[in-house]
């Protein structure tokens, strides 16, 4: 801050604090009155000022000389120190002041001279005291050099607060002040400019300081009361300056012989002697004086340099601040490269080389690489490698440059301790804007008059080319270096050059934590050296803690208004503000947050960008200035967590422009999900009622804002932005602030305005606040690289929206989907629980099993569809409430992704409804099948029965012979008895259904709304007739207008193949789909139809880019119906015989005369009984149990692996596993059949996942003890329920059991019959056989390999993973590659990585060769393509979503992204030309050098895995 007021410092006692209080005083106690304050309290404050000097470095001295000057405070000239008795000359302190005037010689040309105040050759005037002087100097210097408008205290005087106070440590103090003319007669008091120094205390006390004066001023005035003891002083002194004696006539001691006397002796005339008479009024006696200073410094006797005042004070014994060994190294290592320097240009060729026109050709060539704006006709990929092969070549011309002097020497010096290199990046930037200043400032008077005039564009560009050629910076010397680091990069890794240049980064990041800036954006060449700075910020992230956090604040704003100013007081940082160079590019600068601000932040460190101004005049007369603004303000804009906005509402024109340019860079961030926050500052705005007065200006500043949102929503293609509020948080009333202006008054000689320190100092506390309540979470210091450079790398893209791509964001929407897809699966997995548990309440009911809750069938299908909404209303407000929470949470950047916050609720949504109909139809389905089997069980109940009831006679038969029958009388008896029963029942075989109508009149009704001619299409071919051979699609109608080889058809092969190939994908899927039904051995049942149909019309639905009739849709579905119709008839007349009365009959007739013997016979049954019931009716429905929760789980752990985490994650695995595996079948199987290779891919990773069994025996043991523990708990309960017979026992035992096991009625039936068993000594021995069983099966599940198990599942682990990598199914249009946008109701396709359009099987017409082109980088070139889409007549590249508007293909990431799939054509050349019966293409130079370890990093980059 820079405070007018900062020298009124009064130290409070705690009894002062009381003093206020006039209520207290309620007696008359005026002699207390005369009493004065006691001044032990008040510092006196030069004390003040030398105490902080003394306390203070040298760096910090030089920042408070350069603010108490700007304040017009005089500053130290010569600094006593009370401990040492000695007193030192503050050169150095004074060196960064810079002051700019105008003599009355440039008063007509309206020029100024700007210079280093120690460089300027100034005559100095000083003012002293001989003895007690009853004139206070000090107040009438203020007078002398304050004109009639405005009084300012330059000096520190008596009547100022504390001034008075007596001082303790500042006796001996020399202050320095300037008078600099404005080149106005009326206005300047002096038209040449002085300097003015003004000792404290007696000469006669401080003879040295007095002796300095002497021979370094042109003249030096004594002020004095009495003459007698000073002067031997005056006459002794070998002095150059000329003598003039200030008295006071009306002092008591003041004697007029006396001085007639000295000043015979001194040789004094008249005019040298000034005297305050009682008749002389101060305003008088100040003119005086001021008649005589104004005749020295017209006629100076002399003129002198600060800087030549040093060995001045070498002679005297005066210490000089500069002499420190360290500066003068500094010192010399600067002068040593900035004294070669007689011309800028020849300079910068010389030692400067690499960044001059090498660098700007490489920046045209990256931005061609992006653009391709010339390829015209050429092959791309051919294009692209020899750009690349001009950047090498012009990286090589860099390499052979050997490194320069200069650059030799900065580097060295750079590399010295801490306060040497301080010292010596001081002393070069002094010495370099030094020379700036003597060059550039008559071509920016050129410059001005050339710009009058809008005609001289050509001479306006010369000037900016002399202007950029003769500017010389410290920053030229860090560029250079960044380039000579960047070309080193092109060097082989072992490289001895390379090796010597690593650690340049290094050193540049410890500078940036020192607090020097970084150039950010080279302003010449309109680039940023992305190696260069994204290593300097690595190295940084090194230095300082790697979770250091980050945040950002710019200002934009046009040229020459005050932004670096607004900065350097906000932050007190020191960007230049000099006006021979005006900042030029972006320079970031880094700050330490102090401990209680970093807790309000949450943050370790503040950046702070500054940037060259836009609109800038070296810039607005050039053809891409307006890109270049553009480019800029997006690439701060998108850094910053806050911008500040400078504007000048007074020019309405420029304020227009400005405003386009940041609304455009808001526009922008808004689209790539970056929401960052501005103020406009208005700056020179004076008047304490601005804000109020201000409000028609806020208005029309907002309605501006909102045309220009418009007009940039326009040229972006965003038009839903229609005002400023809808690109960004905006209030007119909190976002506006008003500064006053800089100076307080007319420069030189104004002070700065207290008004401005108090409103930047109120705005900053307003931006701290802004930055403390920011909802998003800061970024490190590898995040903030990260942002610039996929800002850049977008930025140099013509289309910023289209082309931006971040790792950042791709990490934050890969956790968003991640997460997304942990939620979907508890749901999925919560409604398979559901869905199990409802069916085995479906399948048990009406059996002794079932609770006794529903009367019938339909009332508990009824009641399981509403618990099913209900429970799927419940997940989908968990997911919904999940999906909200997860973007209110602060880290993470989830504030990135917000803009598919939307896709993502309606996944949810899809997944509800999904669901809600899988559920109902597997209800429906269950329902009726379950109903289909209980005529059959009440038929083979009876059939049960009837033998019971003959056997049971039989028994009592046999038994009253009274005759010990043989086991071959009991067999032939038994057998008679069975053959006489089964006579005697009624048993009709079982006789199918037509299956074939069935799906015949669903076929026909799918269609029916598709119009007559499907319809008539149906009635040509039996159904039965179809799907008998290989389905083949042929083209038909317009398509046999044009040949399949049309130049170039950019898709994935041409459409007939196009269309075969997602016919035998959608075949595929329901082949298997029926293959699942089969091995189930359920019967057949019409959803079973009703979901091929749905799954054929979803999959054509989703594939409507490949164009389609309704003879291929209706031939399709004929097709796979028909293959189908067959299947299930099998499988319904497979069921019939299964659950044919008389055959199960049969198959029980062994176990039915082993019964009858051991009730004849009177044999304990219970151990046999128990067994018997374990093995055939508990066994199998423990299996079932454990096999319809085993899917889930497999799923579910498979899913923990991070290859199924994500779609990306999918691809990225299954393509870093093709590249490790290098077999070209599989890549050719993966191309041309990607899902059936995908879904052997699952399969294989799942058995590899699970091959030793361990994890699946977990989960197999982990359901099984849970069914055991159920039946070992219903036995207890059955025991304790006194059931009285062991038939009751059993069925209390099953109901039980009824909601977890599916128990087989006809095994039930078989052991219920002939039992005579005891029921005690059956609960006994259940309870062994179930452990048995238990072991039995324990052992089972762990010798069965991982394949068996797969089989026996309900749910398929494959085709659930399938589904959930497989997302919406659809494919990029050109090249084929699978869509990875999360959810499947996204709105937006797109993929990571694209690849060439030869790998689809294209090939040029004439040459037959495969196509190298790549459509992501095809869509930002200027080439068209046709296919079937576009009834092959030729579309721009650049406007393919006017055809495939769902798709988003942006380029790619970078150049070197798509190396993987350049890789493998390159690889397998001829393999794939071969395989497409094509011609092997012709592989840029650039692909052959792209080896297996360059293509696994190209998929890391694509995919964006660290």
């Not at 997304?820 to 002794?848: L, P, Q, Y």
């Not at 029965?945 to 003959?950: D, F, R, Y």
């Not at 209706?1114 to 497979?1134: P, Y």
């Amino acid at each position: 801050m820079v405070n007018v007021t900062a020298r009124n410092v009064k130290w409070t006692s705690e009894c002062d604090s009381n003093h206020g209080d006039l209520s207290e005083d309620t007696e008359l106690d005026l002699k207390s009155l005369l009493n004065s304050p006691n001044s032990d309290d008040i510092l006196n404050p030069l004390d003040i000022i030398t105490a902080l000097f003394l306390c203070s470095d040298a760096f910090v001295q030089q920042e408070i000389a350069l603010k108490m000057s700007m304040c017009q405070f005089s500053v130290p000239l010569l600094l006593p120190n009370c401990d040492t008795q000695q007193c030192t000359l503050m050169l150095w302190a004074m060196r960064d002041i810079v002051k700019k005037y105008r003599p009355q010689s440039l008063s007509q040309s309206k020029g100024f001279i700007e210079d280093r105040i120690v460089l300027s050759e100034l005559p100095m005037i000083s003012f002293v005291r001989l003895g007690e002087c009853s004139l206070s100097k000090s107040e009438i210097l203020n007078k002398l050099l304050s004109n009639s408008e405005q009084y300012h205290d330059t000096f520190v005087h008596h009547n100022m607060e504390g001034g008075d106070s007596p001082r303790k440590i500042s006796d001996g103090l020399t202050e320095i002040t300037w008078y600099l003319p404005c080149g106005n007669k009326n206005m300047d008091i002096f038209s040449e400019p002085v300097a003015i120094a003004n000792l404290r205390g007696d000469i006669a006390s401080f003879e040295t300081q007095f002796s300095f004066l002497c021979q370094t001023s042109a003249a030096v005035f004594v002020f004095f009361d009495h003459l007698n003891s000073g002067c031997r002083l005056l006459t002794n002194q070998h002095q150059k300056a000329q003598i003039f004696l200030v008295g006071n006539h009306q002092s008591k001691t003041f004697s007029l012989d006396t001085l007639t006397k000295e000043a015979t002796k001194l040789g004094l005339t008249k005019s040298n002697i000034i005297l305050k008479t009682k008749h002389t009024n101060d305003a008088d006696f100040v003119k005086s004086l001021r008649k005589t200073v104004k005749e020295v410094v017209e006629n100076p006797r002399m003129k002198m340099r600060i800087e030549q005042m040093a060995d001045i004070a070498h002679d005297l014994g005066i210490l000089v601040d500069e002499d420190c060994p360290e500066c003068q190294t500094a010192k010399t290592n600067a002068n040593e490269i900035t004294v070669e320097i007689r011309n800028t240009f020849q300079f910068k060729e010389a030692q400067l080389p690499l960044q001059g026109q090498i660098w700007k050709e490489l920046t045209s060539l990256e931005k061609e690489e992006f653009r391709l704006q010339k390829v015209a006709s050429e092959n791309i990929e051919e294009y692209k490698s020899d750009l690349q092969k001009q950047k090498e070549n012009l990286r090589s011309k860099q390499n052979s440059y050997d490194i320069s002097n200069a650059m030799t020497c900065f580097i060295n010096a750079i590399s010295s301790p801490g306060i040497e290199r301080c010292y010596f990046l001081k002393w070069m930037r002094i010495n370099l804007d030094n020379l700036s200043r003597e060059k550039l400032s008559g071509l920016r008077e050129q410059y001005k008059e050339k710009c009058k005039n809008s005609e001289n564009k050509e001479k306006i560009k010369d000037i900016d080319r002399e202007l950029s050629n003769g500017s010389l910076g410290t920053e030229h010397f860090f560029r250079e270096m960044g380039q000579i680091y960047e070309a080193s990069v092109y060097l082989p890794e072992t490289h001895p050059s390379r090796q010597q240049l690593q650690h340049l980064p290094r050193l540049c990041a410890g500078l940036l934590l020192d607090g020097f800036p970084l150039e950010l954006v080279d302003g010449d060449a309109s680039n940023i050296p992305l190696r260069w700075v994204s290593d300097v910020l690595s190295q940084l992230s090194d230095l300082v803690s790697p979770k250091s956090k980050i945040l950002v604040v710019t200002v934009l704003g046009v040229q020459s208004t005050g932004k670096s100013t607004l900065l350097n007081t906000m932050f007190g940082v020191q960007f230049a503000v000099s006006s021979g160079r005006c900042t030029r590019g972006a320079f970031m600068l880094l700050i330490r947050i102090n401990e209680d601000v970093r807790k309000v932040l949450n943050c370790d460190f503040m950046v702070i960008i500054d940037t060259e101004g836009l609109k800038s005049p070296e810039l607005a007369q050039l053809d891409d200035s307006h890109e270049h603004d553009n480019e800029l303000a997006t690439l701060v804009v998108g850094l910053s967590d806050i911008t500040i906005i400078n504007i000048a509402m007074e020019n309405s024109t420029e304020m227009k422009d400005i405003l386009q340019i940041v609304v455009h860079a808001f526009l922008r961030m808004k689209e790539v999900g970056k929401k960052p926050k501005c103020q406009f500052v208005h700056q020179n705005v004076s008047d304490v009622s601005a804000h109020e007065k201000n409000l028609r200006d806020r208005t029309l500043l907002l309605q501006q804002l909102n045309e220009m949102t418009q007009a940039a929503a326009k040229m972006e293609k965003k038009e839903e932005n229609k005002s400023f509020t809808d690109v960004m948080e905006y209030s007119p009333d909190t976002g506006n602030w008003y500064i006053p202006g800089l100076w307080n008054g007319n420069p030189p000689m104004a002070p700065v305005n207290a008004g401005y320190s108090e409103a930047v100092y109120e705005f900053k506390k307003n931006i701290i606040q802004l930055l403390g309540k920011s909802e998003s979470s800061a970024n490190d210091i590898l995040e903030f690289k990260e942002w610039m450079s996929s800002l850049w790398n977008a930025v140099k893209h013509e289309n910023f929206i289209f082309s931006f791509r971040n790792s950042l964001v791709a990490d934050a929407y890969m956790r968003l989907c991640t997460e997304f897809n942990k939620w979907e699966w508890e749901f999925k997995k919560d409604m398979f629980r559901w869905v199990t548990n409802a069916e085995t309440r479906i399948s048990n009911f009406g059996t002794v099993a079932a609770k006794p809750e529903n009367a019938d069938m339909t009332e508990l299908v009824t009641c399981l569809k509403s618990e099913a909404c209900t429970e799927l209303t419940k997940w989908e407000e968990t997911l919904l409430d999940n999906l909200t929470q997860y973007f209110k949470q602060t880290e993470g950047h989830v504030y990135l992704v917000e803009g598919y916050k939307e896709d993502f609720a309606n996944s949810a949504k899809s997944l509800r409804r999904e669901t809600e109909s899988s559920v109902l139809n597997q209800l429906r389905a269950a329902a009726e099948i379950k109903q289909g089997m209980t005529e059959l069980e009440r038929i083979k109940e009876n059939h049960t029965k009837e033998i019971e009831k003959a056997a049971c006679a039989l028994i009592d038969e046999c038994r009253k012979k009274n005759v010990q029958m043989r086991n071959e009388e009991l067999d032939r008896e038994f057998d008679k008895m069975w053959n006489e029963t089964v006579k005697k029942l009624s048993i009709s075989k079982q006789q199918p259904t037509d299956v074939f109508s069935s799906v015949s009149f669903h076929l026909r009704e799918n269609v029916s709304h598709k119009g007559s001619l499907a319809c008539e299409l149906l009635s040509q071919q039996s159904l039965k007739d179809c799907g008998q051979v290989p389905f083949k699609y042929t083209a038909k109608g317009r398509l046999k207008q044009f040949t399949h080889t049309v130049s170039k058809l950019f898709n994935i092969e041409d459409h007939v193949k196009s269309v075969q190939n997602m016919a035998d994908n959608i075949i595929a899927s329901c082949t298997q789909f029926v293959t699942e039904k089969t091995e189930r051995q359920n019967n057949y049942h019409d959803t079973y139809i009703e979901e091929i149909l749905h799954y054929i019309d979803e999959r054509l639905q989703n594939n409507q880019d490949v164009k389609t009739d309704i003879e291929f849709e209706v031939s399709l579905k004929q097709h796979i119906c028909g293959f189908a119709g067959r299947q299930f008839q099998k499988i319904h007349e497979d069921f019939l015989h299964v659950n044919d009365p008389y055959r199960c009959l049969t198959e029980n007739k062994e176990k039915f005369r082993a019964d009858f013997k051991d009730v004849f016979c009177e044999r304990d049954q219970c151990q046999k009984k128990a067994k018997e019931f374990t093995d055939r009716c508990l066994k199998p429905a423990v299996e079932d149990f454990v096999n319809r929760r085993l899917g889930p789980d497999i799923v579910g752990e498979m899913m923990t692996r991070q290859e199924f985490s994500t779609r990306m994650f999918f691809q990225y695995s299954v393509l870093l596993d093709l590249l490790s595996k290098d077999e070209f079948p599989k890549y050719l199987s993966y191309i041309r059949s990607y899902e059936e290779y995908v879904k052997t891919w699952i399969l294989d990773q799942t058995v590899a996942h699970f091959s030793n069994g361990s994890k699946t025996f977990e989960f197999e043991d982990q359901h099984l003890q849970s069914s055991i523990n159920s039946i070992n708990c219903a036995i207890n309960k059955a025991k304790m329920k006194n059931s009285g017979n062991l038939k009751t026992f059993v069925e209390h035992v099953c109901q039980e059991l009824g909601d977890k096991l599916v128990i087989s009625q006809d095994a039930l039936g078989a052991f219920m019959i002939l039992n005579n068993a005891n029921q005690e000594q059956f609960a006994h021995w259940f309870t062994e056989c179930v452990k048995e069983m238990a072991a039995a099966l324990r052992e089972k599940f762990k010798t069965t390999n991982i394949q068996m198990k797969l089989k026996n599942l309900h749910v398929n682990p494959q085709n659930e993973l399938f589904t959930r990598v497989i997302g919406c199914g659809k494919q990029c249009p050109f090249c084929a590659v699978p869509c990875e946008a999360g959810g499947k109701a996204h709105t937006e396709h797109w993929a990571s990585l694209h690849r060439p359009e030869g790998l689809g099987g294209y090939k040029w017409q004439n040459t037959k060769k495969l196509v190298t082109d790549i459509c992501s980088s095809s869509v930002i070139s200027d080439t068209s393509f046709r296919c079937h889409a576009t009834n092959y007549e030729w579309h721009p590249y650049k406007r393919y979503t006017e055809i495939f508007p769902d798709w988003k293909i942006p380029p790619d990431i970078s150049l070197q992204a798509s190396d993987y799939w350049k890789y493998i054509l390159t690889r397998f050349n001829r393999e794939f030309a071969e395989a497409f019966k094509a011609q092997p293409a012709d592989i840029p130079e650039s692909w052959e050098g792209i080896d297996d370890e360059k293509a696994k990093e190209s998929l890391k980059e694509s995919f964006s895995i660290k």
